[in-house]
């Protein structure tokens, strides 16, 4: 199956700091990709959807100031944590469907483990 | 608007016995349904999907799921448990014409020997 990185898989950053995670689609071009974040024994919020050569479209209650979307590439989209604080620290994890194939299915990175102190 | 229930945020069984993980949904069109599986420090896995074609669905690892219109339910079964299925498992709902998927809350399941 296609196959989705993320990097870093862990970061440990001081509060007030900012902090890039990068999702790849490694093995196909991804014209969209989705950003979501997860608590602890909770369940995945989706946080924005990251368009290829747009802006990114966030959900209702995120800050796009703070959580800043780049789509720089059909197999690169990155997401910055502005100015960090420990509410911050949380499990993000993106997905991207084929471009082309069936939109039902998403292929999900491994995720990312932010912890702000 | 599209929502996702899970009646069980923990599920223990014994190995060699059936697995019932149950999920009801809410959508305002004709849903795609799905169960992914979360293992820890790995990424999601889909189990399986339902999108409007045989209402029973079969995945991979001997899992299946019945999608239930009248009972909007998609409940997640396995005839017998292996210890390699303990997991957090999420059932997942996709409105007609919206990529974006939305979970359920998550049901650890832990399998006893």
């Known amino acids: 199956g296609a196959v989705v990185s993320q990097h870093p898989s862990r970061v440990i950053c001081k509060s007030g700091t900012s902090v890039k995670i990068e999702c790849r689609s490694l093995d196909f071009q991804a014209t969209t990709m989705f950003w979501y974040r997860q608590f602890p024994k909770k369940s995945l919020m989706l946080m924005a959807t990251s368009n290829e050569g747009s802006k990114a479209t966030y959900e209702q209650g995120v800050e796009k100031d703070k959580f800043l979307i780049n789509h720089a590439s059909l197999t690169l989209s990155t997401l910055t944590v502005t100015s960090a604080h420990p509410e911050d620290s949380s499990f993000y994890i993106c997905?991207?469907?084929?471009?082309?194939?069936?939109?039902?299915?998403?292929?999900f990175g491994p995720g990312t483990r932010l912890t702000v102190t | 608007a599209q929502s996702v229930t899970q009646l069980d945020s923990h599920v223990s069984v014994s190995e060699g016995t059936p697995v019932l993980l149950r999920c009801n949904y809410s959508?305002?069109?004709?849903?795609?349904l799905f169960w992914y599986v979360q293992h820890p420090n790995k990424g999601l896995q889909l189990l399986l999907k339902y999108t409007s074609a045989a209402t029973l669905v079969k995945g991979i690892n001997g899992f299946e799921a019945e999608f239930k219109k009248s009972e909007t339910s998609f409940h997640l079964t396995k005839p017998s448990a292996h210890m390699s299925d303990a997991a957090e498992y999420f059932c997942v709902v996709r409105d007609t014409g919206r990529r974006a998927l939305t979970f359920g809350s998550g049901t650890r399941l832990q399998v006893q020997p």
């Open positions: 959508s305002s069109y004709s849903p795609s």
């Open positions: 997905s991207a469907p084929l471009a082309g194939g069936s939109s039902y299915e998403q292929y």
